[in-house]
């Protein structure tokens, strides 16, 4: 079992940054690949990026690639969300999601919502124009 809890959100004007930064609960953080989802409203949960669980592979979703890095630290069971330039699109909800890693299957990724095994609850990001 694994927790996930967000932090990091707030209220930015457009062009501004945030980090977001996701804890996790328990001692094998490091068997997990790691996403970031958004959801505005009136809209399905979306990928936003996917990091391995080394943090040699990253995956983005087109609309943010540029602007947004995801990052990992296993030493703090953490993952971050870099956000920069950030526009009133990037409005939403942002969750964070652990995939369970089975051993010797490398830099899996994971882009899709059913592929990952735990949810955070979230953290509202707004920007403002």
């Known amino acids: 079992q694994v927790q996930l809890v967000e932090s990091g959100g707030g209220l930015v004007q457009a062009g501004g940054s945030l980090r977001l930064s996701c804890a996790a609960s328990?001692?094998?953080?490091?068997?997990?690949?790691m996403g970031w989802f958004r959801q505005a409203p009136g809209k399905e949960r979306e990928f936003v990026a996917a990091?391995?669980?080394?943090?040699?592979?990253?995956a983005y979703v087109d609309s943010v690639k540029g602007r947004f890095t995801i990052s990992r630290d296993n030493a703090k069971n953490t993952v971050y969300l870099q956000m920069n330039s950030l526009k009133p699109e990037d409005t939403a909800v942002y969750y964070c999601?652990?995939?369970?890693?089975?051993?010797?299957?490398?830099?899996?990724?994971?882009?899709?919502?059913?592929?990952?095994?735990?949810w955070g609850q979230g953290t509202q990001v707004t920007v403002s124009s």
């Open positions: 999601a652990a995939l369970r890693i089975l051993p010797l299957t490398g830099e899996r990724l994971g882009v899709r919502e059913y592929e990952y095994d735990y």
């Open positions: 328990g001692r094998t953080f490091s068997s997990y690949a």
């Open positions: 990091i391995s669980w080394s943090g040699g592979s990253t």
